[in-house]
Every structure is written in structure tokens, then in C-alpha cells.
């Protein structure tokens, strides 16, 4: 069994879990099962040097799709699960601009990302979903058309075969959708919300992120208000976009 099948093995053991995982690795504990699925590994040509740049780099990825995209330069949208009319405009407006120049970079939840999908789908880009449960589990229900929409692009997930959905995986999964792209856009977020987990890996990476303003005292928009306040850039303007993050385009 080569060092790939050892981590993929602790992967299944564990369920994706990174400290169990590491235990096994310091341990050298005796490998099991290999999870019928395709993935790669932290040791595999194929992985991102930008994972690797991560505090807690993830030792296996799942995936479906085309692992060609993680090759070409992209950018990575979130924000609310439940965006208002203003949200759902400039999410549509920003990946319609951006898709056919980067990859679109998104979680596969409901809101926004599923908008960052859907646009970068009808205009005819590529576009990649991180998501927190098994590639089995197709969460949320909602979303199950866009699952199948995407084979053609890609799909990845930390998480072997028949992990369920756990609240602790959705913070967790965010460091890889801020690694990934070359700039975090965020297009509409209250304060307390998962997307400023995406937005602290991205200042932790250096990576640039940009912020949609939103009107004053607005509930919705109240985080990425916060954001520009504290250096976060403010993208005010769609000329902005031809140089997010000095990326090469595809």
C-alpha cells in the first residue's frame, strides 16, 4: 500500500476528521480500507500548492468533476444563505463579469454560492463547489438539480464516502474555499455569519478580499460593512474587477 491508500485509508477510518488523521500519521498506525472514490492526496502532483500553504492543509480531497479547473486561476464569491433583492443582483452582476476570465469559486450552500454556480453555469464558465458533507450527501435538498449541473465542472469535499452533514464541517471547509481562489469577493454578509470564516483564512493567506458595500443600518449587508471598515477593499465599481488579486486570467 503506497503512502496515497495510507492516508485515504485514516480518511475513511476518521471520516475526514484532520486530527485524527495526523494522530495516525505520527503513529503510523496500520492502514484499512480504501474508500472507492476518487480523490487525491496531500502527496499527489495534482494538489493545489495554495492548500498547502494552509495552517491545517487537508491530508485527502474528494472530487468530481474536472480537476483540470484547479489548474486555472479563480476567484471565490460568498455570502448569505439568504441574500435580499440587492444581494441575489450584485452576486448575478460580479460572477457574470468574472466567469468567463476565472473560474468561479463557491460552497454549494444555498444563497449565494448556489447563485455563483448558476450564473457561472448559464454563461458558460467553469466553476468549482467546496462542500462540508460526503460527496454522497447531497446537501442541501435544494440544491440536488445544481449538484447534477456541475459534473462537468468540479465538486470536491474533505469528507469520505457516506459522511453525513455536521454543523462543524462548515467552518472547517471555508479555509479551503479562501486557499483556492486568488481573491475572496464578498457580496453580502451580516455579522455574524459563516462567511467571515472564508474572509479571516483569506487575511491569514494574504489573500485579497473585496466587499460589496450595502446601505447604512442594513442588516443584511451589516458584515461587509464592518469588513471595509476594518481594510477590507471596497469594490464599488465593475472596473475593479479586471485585476482582483493581479490574477492571469484563463
Partial sequence: MNRQEI???YSLKYEGDWTRIAEAVRNHEKPGSVPQASYFTIYDEIYPQTLKELRFPPWVIYYQGDTSLLKKDGITVV?????DDYGIQVTRDITTRLCLDYVMISG????VDALVHHTAIRCGGKTIGVIGSSL???YPKENRDLYRAMRDHLILSEYPPDTGVRKKHFPWRNRILAALGKAVIVTQAACKSGTMHTVNEAINLSKDVYCVPH???SEAGEGCNKLISQGAMILYDFAQLEDLGSCQRI
Fill in 79 to 83: 455570502g448569505s444563505r439568504n441574500p
Fill in 108 to 111: 454549494l450552500a444555498k444563497g
Fill in 215 to 217: 446601505p447604512f443600518m
Fill in 136 to 138: 454522497s450527501v447531497q
Fill in 7 to 9: 492516508l485515504a485509508s
